[in-house]
């Protein structure tokens, strides 16, 4: 089990937070022409009828949430099991409401270093390193006193 990204944007398609974890990273160009297609595939997808999991490459397929105008993003192994990754979006998007006190897209923006803090704790190389809602927050508030 392993994550391959992890995709942040808003409905217009502009990206707030990016994560990559195989080869995408080495590749400007690629990446970026990823994060278009993925747009273009989950935003026009029905989200009241269809599913928050679709097949994206021969070996990735895209795990989504939609949380008030920011769609949270994965792409993992065409194997994985979808609602593990699914409960990890939940819950990340979880722990930043809770560390900003109803997070917000501008939140994102302007403390982008504090959520690639919050990324690190709960994912290292792609793979899910925390699941626990307080021992994260625990983490992060002794992280955020020494900053």
């Given at each position: 089990?392993?994550?391959?990204?992890?995709l942040?944007?808003?409905?217009?398609?502009v990206?707030?937070?990016?994560?990559?974890?195989?080869?995408?990273?080495?590749d400007?160009?690629?990446?970026?022409?990823?994060?278009?297609?993925?747009?273009?595939?989950?935003?026009?997808?029905?989200?009241?009828?269809?599913?928050?999991?679709v097949?994206?490459s021969?070996?990735?397929?895209?795990?989504?949430?939609?949380?008030?105008?920011?769609?949270f993003?994965?792409?993992?192994?065409l194997?994985d099991?979808?609602?593990?990754y699914?409960?990890?979006?939940?819950l990340?998007?979880?722990?930043?409401?809770?560390?900003?006190?109803?997070?917000?897209?501008?939140?994102?923006?302007?403390?982008?270093?504090?959520?690639?803090?919050?990324?690190?704790?709960?994912?290292?190389g792609?793979?899910?390193?925390?699941?626990?809602?307080?021992?994260?927050?625990?983490?992060?508030?002794?992280?955020?006193?020494?900053?």
């Amino acid at each position: 089990m392993a994550v391959q990204f992890i995709l942040c944007f808003n409905k217009q398609g502009v990206v707030r937070l990016v994560r990559w974890f195989d080869v995408h990273s080495s590749d400007p160009q690629r990446s970026q022409d990823a994060i278009a297609q993925i747009y273009r595939l989950i935003s026009s997808r029905d989200h009241k009828h269809q599913s928050n999991f679709v097949e994206f490459s021969d070996s990735t397929k895209l795990i989504y949430r939609r949380y008030a105008g920011l769609y949270f993003v994965m792409g993992v192994d065409l194997l994985d099991d979808e609602p593990i990754y699914l409960c990890h979006i939940h819950l990340f998007v979880e722990v930043l409401d809770a560390f900003f006190g109803n997070v917000c897209e501008l939140d994102i923006v302007f403390n982008f270093y504090k959520v690639y803090m919050i990324m690190d704790e709960m994912f290292i190389g792609g793979e899910i390193q925390e699941i626990s809602k307080d021992m994260l927050l625990e983490r992060l508030s002794i992280l955020d006193r020494l900053d």
